[in-house]
């Protein structure tokens, strides 16, 4: 007898496909993935993978859609190819030595966007970032009430729960569950396992502006997750500071957590269109590390039978 789960991926930054589509991309990634570590776990993302959702934040936030027309080609190439090539590889390590020798003249108390990394998108990451955590408009709370209404759903269901954020969607996440933790706001459900994917929750400014940081011990974190794994593939840019454990793991001293895991030094060998890109989400799910974590997940929750 399998037991009753839901998996619920909070998406990251930049405009997504209708949620629809995007689900279904995001399911076949991950579970490509699976089939790659362990074939029997994969089985609950056959079948128009029911057990997963999206807390689809990101038409709320953009109030436009991306065409998935743009990524068929290169998540077909990812699910074709779900080993990196030598090319990759050496491509993904000279990237990342650029990476260090920035780091280094930066000094490692640099904010997550330097003027060095200033592309335009890379500026528009910032205004994104600024607008969430300052709460323009009350946008804000308009998307961690999506993210709060997935959960609640899914509590109210009896499911247990892996809550997976990716990027900017592991803070919205994060903040979400403060919230379920404290206040006037507070829930019961907990969460067995809280995913994060190439997350800057440890930039200097989101470690500043999310929720709870100004206060202390067991009121500054949430208190309604069980373990709690972060994966940082090689190269990232957005999940610069890529280790959580320095900054969250007292969550696990104060006994709000059972643990903290960080996972970095893997290869999302992923190419939109041609170039690399190591932190989109759709390459973070079918790497082994990631995938592993999953099936895990899913087997503790006896949803493997």
Not at 233 to 251: F, K, N, Q, S, V
Request: a positive charge; charged letters at 25%.
């Amino acid at each position: 007898m399998t037991g009753s789960v839901r998996i619920i991926f909070v998406p990251g930054m930049k405009p997504k496909p209708p949620e629809r589509i995007h689900r279904q991309v995001l399911g076949r990634c991950m579970r490509a993935g699976l089939e790659r570590v362990d074939t029997e776990a994969a089985a609950p993302l056959r079948d128009g993978a029911r057990c997963l959702t999206t807390a689809a934040w990101n038409h709320a936030f953009y109030r436009r859609h991306r065409n998935i027309e743009l990524d068929k080609r290169s998540v077909e190439r990812i699910l074709e190819e779900s080993e990196p090539s030598n090319r990759d590889i050496v491509d993904i390590e000279a990237f990342a030595r650029r990476k260090t020798r920035i780091l280094l003249r930066m000094g490692h108390a640099a904010p997550l966007f330097s003027s060095l990394f200033a592309r335009r998108s890379m500026r528009l990451t910032v205004t994104e970032t600024h607008r969430y955590l300052m709460n323009w408009g009350g946008i804000a709370r308009v998307v961690r009430d999506i993210v709060r209404s997935a959960l609640l759903d899914a509590w109210s269901a009896g499911e247990q729960v892996l809550l997976i954020g990716h990027s900017l969607g592991s803070v919205i996440a994060y903040d979400t569950l403060w919230e379920l933790s404290h206040g006037e706001r507070r829930e019961n459900g907990r969460i067995s396992l809280f995913m994060t994917l190439g997350s800057p929750l440890a930039s200097p400014m989101i470690l500043r502006g999310v929720q709870g940081a100004r206060l202390s011990g067991r009121e500054r974190f949430p208190e309604i997750v069980d373990r709690w794994q972060n994966f940082s593939a090689r190269g990232e840019i957005t999940a610069l500071h890529p280790r959580l454990g320095p900054h969250y793991g007292e969550m696990v001293e104060l006994g709000s957590l059972e643990a903290l895991q960080d996972c970095t030094g893997f290869y999302n060998h992923y190419r939109d269109r041609g170039r690399l890109d190591v932190h989109t989400s759709y390459g973070y799910l079918i790497t082994r590390p990631v995938a592993e974590s999953i099936a895990g997940w899913l087997r503790m929750a006896n949803a493997v039978g």
